[in-house]
T-cell receptor, first 115, second 113 residues
Framework: GAGVSQTPSNKVTEKGKYVELRCDPISGHTALYWYRQSLGQGPEFLIYFQGTGAADDSGLPNDRFFAVRPEGSVSTLKIQRTERGDSAVYLC?????????????FGPGTRLTVL | GNSVTQMEGPVTLSEEAFLTINCTYTATGYPSLFWYVQYPGEGLQLLLKATKADDKGSNKGFEATYRKETTSFHLEKGSVQVSDSAVYFCALVPSGNTGKLIFGQGTTLQVKP
């Protein structure tokens, strides 16, 4: 079956612009996670959805970052007034349920470059 | 707080050599432990996991044992292949948590023929 997909695969933008990154989870997966991976580092948690609601957004770095999942499936990560420090690979993952033993399946990521 | 520390890379081995990548963690209670792998040009994939103390996770010839007493989850493989060249990430989910993964910084493995 289809895995987690993310679009676009690459996004180049200018400082101060607004960007949206999309994630399509595996069908039937209720939990969805966003992570950010800087070069040479492990992924860092941003936000987690259970269904339509954001159950944990403690990893969002500031109020320029926002994410939605209005119908409990596709999610969009939105970044306002982008800064050069936002440049990273943004990863989405989904799992059948949420819990400390559930396997998360990752998408290929969106590479964001802020010039 | 919760954290994961991995050995620094890159690790360079010849084909058929024995592999160990060290991973230690800091967490309260009994976290679940994972190894993820990222092959060149591909996304993160789960390699193996262990959810309680003394459990051994295994997959594709790789193994790791959850050691509570040493707070470790070292990755091992008896005979590596060129195709094992990748970046390996150790990670944990704190016990009772909703699944938020906490990753180490990753270890690059290069296997030469």
């Amino acid at each position: 079956g289809a895995g987690v997909s993310q679009t676009p695969s690459n996004k180049v933008t200018e400082k101060g612009k607004y960007v949206e990154l999309r994630c399509d989870p595996i069908s039937g997966h209720t939990a969805l996670y966003w992570y950010r991976q800087s070069l040479g580092q492990g992924p860092e948690f941003l936000i987690y959805f259970q269904g339509t609601g954001a159950a944990d957004d403690s990893g969002l770095p500031n109020d320029r970052f926002f994410a939605v999942r209005p119908e409990g499936s596709v999610s969009t990560l939105k970044i306002q007034r982008t800064e050069r420090g936002d440049s990273a690979v943004y990863l989405c993952a989904s799992s059948l349920a949420s819990g400390d033993t559930d396997t998360q399946y990752f998408g290929p990521g969106t590479r964001l470059t802020v010039l | 707080g919760n954290s994961v520390t991995q050995m620094e890379g890159p690790v360079t081995l010849s084909e058929e050599a024995f592999l160990t990548i060290n991973c230690t963690y800091t967490a309260t209670g009994y976290p679940s432990l994972f190894w993820y792998v990222q092959y060149p040009g591909e996304g993160l994939q789960l390699l193996l996991k262990a959810t309680k103390a003394d459990d051994k996770g295994s997959n594709k010839g790789f193994e790791a044992t959850y050691r509570k007493e040493t707070t470790s989850f070292h990755l091992e493989k008896g005979s590596v292949q060129v195709s094992d060249s990748a970046v390996y990430f150790c990670a944990l989910v704190p016990s009772g948590n909703t699944g938020k993964l906490i990753f180490g910084q990753g270890t690059t493995l290069q296997v030469k023929p």
